[in-house]
C-alpha cells in the first residue's frame, strides 16, 4: 500500500516507517521537522516537509502519492506544555486533525491508525487500565487526543472511515539504527540513561505514592513491539474493516526505582537520584490491560524485560552520532 505516516520523522514515526518499509509498503512522511530528524528516516520513505496545518499540501500529498491508508502521528506531547499552551494542543492536535480528516474524505481515504495516549484515562479508578474504563483527562494534551478519538468515530459514520486508536502507554528502547531523541526530554529511561554517562542526578518525583517503593509505577512497551502493532493494525484494517480503539501497552508495570535499578544494571554504572516533590496531575500507577489488542489483533510483546528495554535504548545511545550525512537530500523529494 502507499502509507502516509504523519510525523514519521519522529521517534515512533521513524521505527514504523522502517517497518512498514520492510513490509514492502511505500511510505510518504508530513512531518514539519519540529521535534522530529531528517537522518531518523529511511532513505526509501519520501519526505515532504510540510505542516500538517497547511491543507494545501496535506491534499497535494494524498493526491500525488495515491495515498491508501494513513498512520497518524503528529503531534504535540508535552503534558507540562499543554497545561500552560492549551491553545497549541487544540491546533496542532484536533485542529491540524480534523484537516487531514477532511483531506482524506475528499481523497476517498478510509483507513487511519491514531497515535492516542494513556492519558486519555487521566487518574484511572483501577489497574489494570480497561479500554472501556472512564476516560477524564486530566491535561490538554489528553483531552485533545480523546477529542480526536471522538471525531474519529464521527467520521466513521459521516465518511464511512475505519480507524484503530492505540493507546500507548510509555514507549521506550531503541532498534539497532533509530531511538529517542527529544529536545526536551521528559521521559524517565533517556533521562535516567543521561544520567548514566554524565553523572547527573535524577529527579525522581514523589517517594510517597501507594506502590511498594513509594514511586510512580508505569507500563513500558518497546518501541518495535509498538510499531508493529501499527502494521499489524494496518493490516487488520484493510482485510477487516472495522474500527477499534486499543490499548498499546505490554501489562506489567515497573517503578521509577526499578526503572532507575536497571538501568544501572545495565550500564554498570551508579546512578545518583534527588528525590523531588509529587508533579501534579501524576497518577500513582498506569499499566495497561493489553488483552483485548492480544486477543483481536494476535499482537504479542516481545521484549517484555525492563532490562531488554533500557539495554536496547543504552547500546544506541553508545553508538548514536548525530550525522547530517547519514541523511541523503536527494532520496527524498517531496
Ligand atoms: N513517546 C511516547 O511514549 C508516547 C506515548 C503516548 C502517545 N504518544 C504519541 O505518539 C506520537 C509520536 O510520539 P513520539 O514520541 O514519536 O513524538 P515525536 O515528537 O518524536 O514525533 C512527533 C513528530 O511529529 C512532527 N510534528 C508535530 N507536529 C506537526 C505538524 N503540525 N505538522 C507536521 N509534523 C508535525 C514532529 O516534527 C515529530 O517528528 C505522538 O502523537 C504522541 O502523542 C507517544
Same mark, same amino acid.
Given at each position: 500500500m ?14 514504523i ?58 503531534a504535540?506531547?508535552? @503534558? ?6 492549551? *491553545?497549541?494542543? +487544540?491546533? =496542532?492536535?484536533?485542529? /491540524? $486533525?480534523?484537516?487531514?480528516? &477532511? ?12 497515535s ?28 485533545t487526543?480523546?477529542?480526536?478519538e471522538r ?5 466513521? @459514520? ?6 484503530? *486508536?492505540?493507546? +500507548?502507554? =510509555?514507549?521506550?528502547? /531503541? $532498534?539497532?539504527?533509530?531511538? &529517542? ?16 554517562e ?59 526505582? &526499578? ?76
Open positions: 502507499n502509507v502516509l505516516v504523519t510525523g514519521g520523522a519522529g521517534y515512533i514515526g521513524s521505527i516507517c522502517d517497518q512498514l518499509l520492510a513490509e514492502g509498503h511505500r511510505v510518504v512522511v508530513i512531518d514539519n521537522l519540529s521535534k522530529g530528524y531528517r537522518d531518523a528516516l529511511a532513505a526509501e520513505a519520501v519526505l515532504v516537509e510540510a505542516d500538517l496545518l497547511d491543507t494545501a499540501a496535506v491534499s497535494e500529498t494524498l493526491k500525488r502519492h495515491q495515498v491508501e491508508a494513513v498512520i497518524h502521528m503528529a504535540s506531547s508535552l @503534558v507540562g506544555e499543554s497545561m500552560s499552551q492549551p *491553545a497549541k494542543y +487544540y491546533r =496542532n492536535n484536533l485542529w /491540524a $486533525t480534523l484537516g487531514l480528516l &477532511e483531506a482524506m474524505a475528499y481523497s476517498s481515504i478510509s483507513s487511519m491508525v491514531f492516542s495516549t494513556a492519558a486519555v484515562y487521566g487518574n484511572p479508578e483501577k489497574q489494570p487500565i480497561e479500554e472501556h474504563d472512564p476516560t477524564v483527562p486530566t491535561n490538554p494534551y489528553g483531552e487526543k480523546l477529542a480526536v471525531a474519529l468515530h464521527w467520521y466513521s @459514520v459521516a465518511h464511512r472511515l475505519q480507524y484503530v *486508536a492505540l493507546r +500507548y502507554f =510509555n514507549a521506550a528502547g /531503541a $532498534t539497532d539504527t533509530r531511538g &529517542e531523541r527529544h529536545s526536551p526530554e521528559t521521559h524517565l529511561i533517556p533521562l535516567v540513561l543521561d544520567a548514566a554524565n553523572g547527573s542526578k535524577v529527579a525522581v518525583f514523589g517517594d510517597d505514592y501507594p506502590t511498594h517503593d513509594g514511586s510512580c509505577v508505569r507500563d513500558y512497551i518497546h518501541v518495535s513491539d509498538l510499531a508493529r502493532a501499527h502494521v499489524m493494525a494496518l493490516t487488520s484494517l484493510t482485510e477487516k474493516r472495522t474500527s477499534a480503539t486499543f490499548n498499546l501497552g505490554c501489562g506489567q508495570g515497573y517503578s521509577v526505582r &526499578e526503572v532507575i535499578d536497571a538501568a544501572q544494571r545495565v550500564t554498570g554504572r551508579s546512578i545518583k537520584v534527588e528525590i523531588q516533590p509529587r508533579r501534579a496531575g501524576d497518577p500513582a500507577v498506569l499499566v495497561a490491560s493489553s488483552t483485548k489488542i492480544r486477543e483481536s489483533l494476535g499482537w504479542i510483546p516481545k521484549f517484555e524485560l525492563l532490562d531488554e528495554i533500557v539495554a536496547s535504548a543504552w547500546i544506541w545511545k553508545q553508538k548514536f552520532k548525530p550525522s547530517a550525512a547519514r541523511y541523503s537530500e536527494s532520496q527524498h523529494v517531496r
